[in-house]
């Protein structure tokens, strides 16, 4: 059997905060773009939990529930090195580590076993130390959730179970408990404990649907049958659901050194008002189809499906992708293409958005190695060459030392607080 650990660390971004900045250690804070726009809430703090604040909540919801909520802008910098030397501590434990973002990591502890203890006890025992350790070596405000159990899906559950600071072990069914006074619990009694949207892999739309279908607990969802599941959320998605209900997910854990290409890269914002202004947008996509070209190329990764996203004044929200023919990593192709499915909401012969945008993202997809094959769209190669000497010298002199006319009057677009796989692209 078997045994995975998945270590979350709790309001990480907001903790590498208040861990750096004291006087903020106990006050509800939140970390976002340029706290004078329009923007998001990138973490909450624990505090600011408290009072409903919630990660992805705008800035002026976020004031409302908590009227003391201090805003401090994001600083990746400080978050990837901390998320580093994190990974490092691991790693004196076992190469045996999967990275799920800048604050998780699953690491297989199976062969971890100390003195003749059983892996169960020896990973308790672990997850015990590796607390400590991060309280001591990276910051005394700084912790974690820990789950561990017999698989990735079950073991990040279990993180989920206790916040902050806690440690849950999930064990098969029918199998002796765990000797521990830390909090643990079979498969069927961690799933029956758990919401629904606490499953890694049930996300907003998918937990409407299941509601629709009188589906409201794990319990429920395990009554049902995979053709019935199969036939309401196709058969992948219904395969998924199906052995999500009983606890069953993927062990598979690479090493650390594993360099798993990205299935996509991509960049959003929010706009420091509404507007319907089509040009406007236009050049907010250029410019975001820019920086997601940027780190294309420093990755090497062409791409062949262009998603763009929109959020509009009310929330409400809409989408669309376009695929081609050949793989491009041009950011001119790709603002070419998220532009024309901007246009589908216009008003016919107009240029003028039938509703207000709040948001936009754009999103690029099945991505492999870069050739040297040029886009179908690119009638001369001199755009291609313009393009590549252009991401160059920002490259060598720093972003912006060279972008198009239409961008330059566009207000400083926020860092991206989701990207940070880009740190060194």
Not at 75 to 95: C, F, G, H, M
Request: positive net charge.
């Amino acid at each position: 059997m078997k045994i995975i650990m998945h270590i979350d660390m709790n309001s990480f971004f907001a903790t590498c905060e208040q861990q750096a900045q004291p006087h903020l250690r106990g006050k509800p804070i939140g970390v976002s773009g340029d706290p004078r726009s329009r923007t998001i809430v990138s973490a909450a703090s624990i505090e600011a939990k408290k009072f409903g604040v919630k990660t992805g909540m705008a800035i002026y919801e976020a004031r409302k529930l908590c009227p003391d909520i201090q805003f401090i802008r994001c600083d990746p910098d400080k978050y990837w090195n901390i998320s580093q030397r994190l990974v490092a501590l691991y790693q004196s434990y076992t190469e045996a580590i999967e990275v799920f973002s800048i604050d998780e990591c699953f690491i297989d502890i199976t062969n971890l076993r100390r003195d003749g203890v059983n892996p169960v006890s020896t990973g308790i025992k672990i997850a015990q130390e590796i607390k400590q350790r991060i309280r001591k070596e990276i910051g005394a405000y700084i912790s974690c959730s820990i789950g561990i159990a017999p698989n990735k899906l079950m073991a990040k559950l279990g993180s989920e179970m206790k916040k902050p600071d806690g440690l849950t072990i999930i064990y098969p069914n029918n199998t002796q408990p765990p000797e521990t006074t830390e909090d643990a619990f079979s498969v069927t009694e961690a799933l029956n404990r758990s919401e629904l949207q606490d499953m890694c892999g049930i996300g907003r739309r998918t937990y409407k649907k299941l509601l629709l279908l009188n589906i409201q607990s794990f319990k429920d969802l395990h009554a049902c049958s995979k053709l019935f599941l199969q036939t309401h959320f196709g058969k992948h998605q219904g395969t998924t659901l199906h052995a999500m209900a009983r606890g069953i997910g993927s062990t598979h854990i690479g090493h650390i050194d594993d360099k798993t290409p990205p299935k996509s890269m991509g960049h959003a914002i929010t706009l420091n008002k509404d507007t319907s202004d089509l040009l406007y947008c236009k050049a907010v996509i250029l410019k975001l189809s820019l920086r997601v070209s940027k780190r294309m190329r420093n990755k090497k990764m062409q791409g062949r499906t262009v998603n763009l996203y929109i959020r509009f004044h009310d929330f409400s929200g809409a989408g669309g992708r376009v695929t081609i023919n050949k793989k491009t990593n041009n950011g001119h192709t790709i603002s070419y293409l998220a532009q024309d499915l901007l246009c589908e909401h216009t008003f016919a012969g107009k240029e003028t958005l039938r509703k207000s945008i709040r948001l936009l993202s754009v999103t690029v997809s099945n991505l492999s190695p870069e050739d040297n094959q040029i886009s179908l769209l690119e009638t001369e190669e001199n755009k291609t060459k313009a393009h590549t000497a252009m991401h160059e010298i920002n490259k060598k002199f720093g972003d912006n030392t060279i972008e198009p006319l239409s961008t330059i009057n566009l207000e400083d677009m926020p860092p991206d607080v989701n990207g940070f796989s880009k740190r060194n692209e």
